[in-house]
T-cell receptor
Framework: SAVISQKPSRDICQRGTSLTIQCQVD?????MFWYRQQPGQSLTLIAT?????????ESGFVIDKFPISRPNLTFSTLTVSNMSPEDSSIYLC??????????FGQGTRLTVV | AQTVTQSQPEMSVQEAETVTLSCTYD???????LFWYKQPPSRQMILVIR??????QNATENRFSVNFQKAAKSFSLKISDSQLGDAAMYFC??????????????FGTGTLLAVQP
């Protein structure tokens, strides 16, 4: 299994500011995934982060708004830039050690006021 | 593109009773993985059960079992002897076979399960 530490667990931010979310894994993993879960909704993939290369973004998400870093095989950050109230969501990082397993961080609850 | 549909936004079950949550999916792939995840109010996503599409036998994990109907593209979750701690949001998810762990999960919209004492 994998233990994922995600920080912060929650934050309240002013519109127009940026927040960086950290995800630390206790083992080396190839891919890390960042999901967004808007209030009362399902999880939607923002991007896939591979160490040593640029993240791959899903349709509707752009690097300028959600820059991602992946400096090594155990760590990644997601930044939510120039925030607006519509960015209020839970953000989760995830890793998969095998095809049949995916582990998640405890999520970051972001409220933009 | 693959899609996952959960047609029951909310379900309720009496403690100790059995409940079934529905999930259908659409894919043109023949090999894939299916999952049920539980998300309690703590937000932590917890894997409940998984099924490999190439396995005909339905997966079982203690009180949790699935009814996997590949031809019908259906993957329902049965919770037996429901407990108060089972109350949570349940998500059905799909992952493509090729690429394995490097593939994303595609989630359904979720079913909120309430357990009545």
């Amino acid at each position: 299994s994998a233990v994922i530490s995600q920080k912060p667990s929650r934050d309240i931010c002013q519109r127009g500011t940026s927040l960086t979310i950290q995800c630390q894994v206790d083992s080396q993993v190839t891919m890390m995934f960042w999901y967004r879960q808007q209030p009362g909704q399902s999880l939607t993939l923002i991007a896939t982060a591979n160490q040593g290369s640029e993240a791959t973004y899903e349709s509707g998400f752009v690097i300028d708004k959600f820059p991602i870093s992946r400096p090594n095989l155990t760590f990644s950050t997601l930044t939510v830039s120039n925030m607006s109230p519509e960015d209020s969501s839970i953000y989760l990082c995830s890793v998969g050690l095998s095809a049949t397993e995916a582990f998640f961080g405890q999520g970051t609850r972001l409220t933009v006021v | 593109a693959q899609t996952v549909t959960q047609s029951q936004p909310e379900m309720s079950v009496q403690e100790a009773e059995t409940v079934t949550l529905s999930c259908t999916y659409d894919t043109s792939e023949s090999d894939y993985y299916l999952f049920w995840y539980k998300q309690p109010p703590s937000r932590q996503m917890i894997l409940v059960i998984r099924q490999e599409a190439y396995k005909q036998q339905n997966a079982t994990e203690n009180r949790f079992s699935v009814n996997f109907q590949k031809a019908a593209k259906s993957f329902s979750l049965k919770i037996s002897d429901s407990q108060l701690g089972d109350a949570a949001m349940y998500f059905c998810a799909y992952r493509s076979f090729y690429g394995g762990a490097t593939n994303k999960l595609i989630f359904g919209t979720g079913t909120l399960l309430a357990v009545q004492p």
